[in-house]
């Protein structure tokens, strides 16, 4: 199996999590989406993260979870999101995922770091007790952490910890920390690979500032493969229209909560998914929230028309 | 003086707080650029909202921000925040205003409620220390007061405190929250005015819910007045049609902290205001930033012919 | 085996989790320290408190210091603490923590619930997950959740998830919290236990305001003991004297981080466990700090002696 | 008038604001309490402290309080807390405060701050818009601000901002640090005065740690008096049996919101000021706490008696 690596780029796709109507865990469902994500242009895949419904799920289920989508995706990388309140429950989750095939694992800082000093700490501590030799993400997400990392902190973590190869960009606002990470590559340290979250609200500017590709679950992944394609062959142009045509989705998405019950219900509209249900607790879209999506997905359609 | 009223409607403009280039307060471009947000179709202005500099004012300052403006507005309704750690300054502060002219005050609830029942009490408080013949608009934006209103806990208060009038939507994700609002009151209970905040973000949906316009500050106020208006007769299609245009720059400008830095290097350039600087502490652009709002702007520009 | 009821009275020591001092779980430590914990006066156990080390447990050590407390237990009621991010891994422990023997499950409620509404419905959810069968204890302790519940909340939950049977009171301030519970009592809502935690800190104020007794940790359970009973008794006076004695110790322990490290120092000086270390992360006593407990726990065997 | 630097040591006594029984400012009452804390042994007077009524005031009202106090304090050294969202308020009111004869400053971090760089730029910002002549006393109390300010971040702002001379200390726990720095000096770095808050509940382990008093607003100054010169010393037994006496009264005034009226509540019974009121919003105390507070200073009396 493939490992990821500071030069990984491209569209990591976070899959969602399938329910079955009455909120079983949807194993087929589970492969068709992640063949849906492989069709759509997926370069590799994300499970169990923490904006989804991971935490939903059993010790059990998050391992047939794993099991399955890396069976189901072949030879592409697959990231597992390991994040937990301990390092042992960390580490399990892990060598657990790193068995079945994974090509790495993604962990965010838990809730309660405060200074600079204990978010270094917990890092060093985290890839100390995985062992050197997997392969980490390292979640960037203030918003839900609460926990805010600092240029000058990702550089100390970048620098005592190797086995960090990829950031999972999504501080918000963010683009000034892109630029800040390359410059300092630029003047010698190593890089990492930059994959951008946020929904993907600002995947151009981020690519303009020399990210190497987005790491989200927006519903139409074409969208992130285009925009990440034609910004590293330099058409920022042609780039930009395709996301502006996206745009009033990607919007309505990053709403918390909401968002992912339009993903799903997207998802399910397009084919990839059995049924739309997020697991208790985790309401669907109100019928004038379907209505909204509904519309969006239309103009959606005519607007891609115009540009084609 | 015209006051604001539960029937109250359309664009209220939320001023920018014009410096120098060395940090002094710039009263001649507050005059411009409240020339400047008539023109382009504000049907009120908000003077001193809380992310904008409004903090960084000494309390001098604030009144003088305050009578320059409305003095300027002529006719206009002209809305004051007033919001403030104790209910003494508040008070004052509305006092103060509603002397010089407003049309009513703004109020956010302080960091620091937690339930249901202390925000009750804070804003029966608040209205209290006020008296009840000043209008009220509360504003409920928990990303940046971290307190959060429910649509029965917002109900309570619309029921026991009659003088407000007013309800700055802010909340994220919000539009459940107007459709109970409008469901409450198409059960009897009395109207307030809703004016959508957000950057404008979600303004079409909005606006299909039920509100009856915008009050941000958003650096093309034309946007917000076709989109109101257009929505307000029913042409939802043309409405989306120009929100789609401006939205990328809706959610560059919805950035904390470069958002405000973004809007006032806009201002400057369409000549509403002498500099584009932020009052310490608050930085300004980087040059990347400079040319990517630059970059959206002629793609506005372009987009906007397009559809015209 | 018994079950917790909403008579349960008197002391509830949470148990530390004992490690070697390399850190690997001490089981023969952990049946020492429920032995001393028996001995010095508990009525019943909880086991896995969040405060404690249970996050650092992975699934299976869990399961292990369930079934290892219990058996040791022998007819004494023990508590599992089951708070989980999501309820199918809160489900699954309390169901293994029944089948092995518990008394009932506790329950705290998730950081991020932020209204009235959303901690009324996470506790109708979680016990519906659970099945009304298990006897629920309610942790309400917002300086560690961040989750605030207030009197009409909690009223509000008790109405309607008859399964929670038992308050463990740690919201600070919190002494008017249990007058307004028991009031509420008297006016006929149905009755809850409601032991205590903070440390110990208000233990004879919260006898007094109608508590039945103690849930916390505190390295010398007999003074939980004689202050309950002598409360109970009605003697007030000689509860107090009990009290301050212990308080020098009981305010060190109430320090975050540090008072567990200190807890562990001083089981282990009264030969309760083999090792005084905590599992990484988690640091120890500084020198300085083991010499201030050290002469507080001298400074406690000369008062004691005075009061005998 | 004297101004404090970084030799400063003693009791500086956080003074309460009294306000009449109908909500008034009450500056007969500031004058009698003035003259009570210096006859109980305070060595300062620190005003318009942020866990007190100080936000409740008018920015007049501010400014009566602080000459009014000041002017009685005679030749004692008086800061001020000038804490304020803006630097701009901030600076006037540090202006106005040292004008009128105060000794120095108070400047807490504003909540919002996340990350060490911002707490480091917040200082540089605020003692560049105050000036480099004004001493500052540095108020270090995450419970209340929800920054976190790491010992390496507080010997940055100590390097970089010579006109900070104090650390009013109130992290929990905070042991460690006091010891941190008095070691960083031993290494070289220049003095700094600590004195420590926390309602006084770990004074005489600071005191012991190298700290030079207390800062704080308990209603009993001369246990503070006591224990700081005992300790100060050498007599560290006696420092603590004095400590041991008050510490069940310590401990009660340490609940949030309900300490501070037990503390007027306090000053009220031994004279202090006219009424025991808190102005609006904020509660008295129940008649269960009064009952629990005064039977606390009965026993407070007899155990002094014992102990002389």
Redesign the interface.
Known sequence: MPLISSESRGVFVISATPFTDNGNLDLPSLERVTDFYIEKGADGLTLLGMMGEA?????E?SRQVVRTAIARANELPVIVGVSA?????LS?LAAFSMDAGAAGVMIAPP?GL?????II??FK?AVE?LGTDIPVVLQDF?LSTRV???V??LGTIIETCPSIVMLKHED??G??KV?ALRAAEANGRRRISILCGNGG??LP?EM??GADGAMTGFGYPEMMRDVVALAASGDMARA?DI??AY??MV??EQ?????LAMRKHVLHKRGAIGSPVLR??GAGL?A??VA?VDRLMA?LDRRLAELS
């Open positions: 935490p939903k799920l059993s010790a289920e309140p301990g390092l042992a429950a399990d809730t405060e200074t600079n000093e204990q700490a917990y501590n007790a203030p805010h990392i600092s000058a902190t918000w606002p683009l000034e630029t609200m600002f500017e303009g500032r930009q996301f502006d745009l009033p919007r309505y709403q918390p909560g909401i968002g208790k607790p109100s004038e929230a909204e103009r």
